[in-house]
């Protein structure tokens, strides 16, 4: 098995592209069940995917599915990852929030959280899950040492991924040091992976993904082993993957 790679002319493009996918998706399977990803990454996606409702695609029966969410945000707080998904997810697309699932953050037994919603997920089975790629090759917030068997659990952000994350908040001090994550198990089990990466400070963990060996150091490199699996870059992202199809 390998990765698809497909390199478009900028970010934008690239949102279009995995956009058009997923519309295809549902066009195909209207109840179909998704898997959402955060952060600046697939902010390109959920812009297009607004365009495509305003014209006319239907997600109104589609269940989405976040990969993460950060431990010890009290209900509400404009930085977590609901209220992300909220903000530019469920709301540009007209959608009831019931729709949307989300590990629950303010759990007193985040155990029993991570536990309840593999349960939920399992149940589901998610038709594509879309993801983002860190700077350190972490997909959700599997950060590198993570074991591929892993399922939806606690996790501890690295204190690159804190710094990374810190431009959404006030101070670095602010990021949450935990979350519960989708484990790359249950990442493996969607039927379908769309991964977005847009920027050159992509490009390492992208070209280790890709052209790397299968190894925890890289948590996403395990994507090469899944049978239905496309990375959409921008040419920043790309910059390592000489080789890779360039669409526009």
Not at 15 to 36: C, E, F, T
Not at 51 to 78: C, I, N, Q, T
Not at 187 to 213: D, F, Q, T
Request: charged share 20%; proline share 7%.
């Amino acid at each position: 098995m390998s990765i698809d790679v497909l390199t478009t002319i900028d970010a934008e493009a690239a949102g279009k592209v995995v956009a058009a996918s997923i519309a295809d998706l549902v066009r195909d399977k209207p109840d179909a069940v998704i898997g959402v990803a955060t952060g600046s990454s697939p902010e390109p996606v959920y812009t297009a995917l607004a365009r495509l409702a305003r014209v006319g695609a239907d997600f109104s029966r589609v269940r989405w599915f976040a990969l993460d969410e950060y431990l010890g945000l009290p209900a509400g707080h404009p930085q977590s990852y609901r209220a992300f998904l909220e903000r530019w997810l469920i709301e540009p697309l007209g959608l009831d929030a019931a729709q949307l699932f989300v590990p629950d953050g303010t759990s007193s037994d985040p155990d029993a959280a991570a536990a309840a919603y593999e349960r939920q997920i399992a149940a589901a089975g998610v038709d594509l899950q879309l993801l983002g790629i860190g700077e350190n090759g972490h997909i959700g917030f599997n950060e590198p040492g993570t074991p591929f068997e892993a399922v939806t659990h606690r996790a501890s952000l690295t204190a690159s991924t804190r710094e990374a994350n810190a431009r959404f908040f006030a101070d670095v001090e602010d990021v949450p040091r935990e979350c519960l994550t989708q484990g790359l198990a249950t990442i493996l089990r969607a039927r379908r992976i769309e991964l977005i990466a847009c920027g050159p400070r992509k490009a390492s963990a992208v070209a280790a993904a890709v052209r790397g060996p299968v190894t925890t150091d890289c948590p996403a490199s395990i994507l090469a082993t899944h049978p239905r699996v496309r990375f959409t870059l921008d040419p920043a992202a790309a910059e390592m993957l000489l080789d890779a199809p360039v669409l526009g």
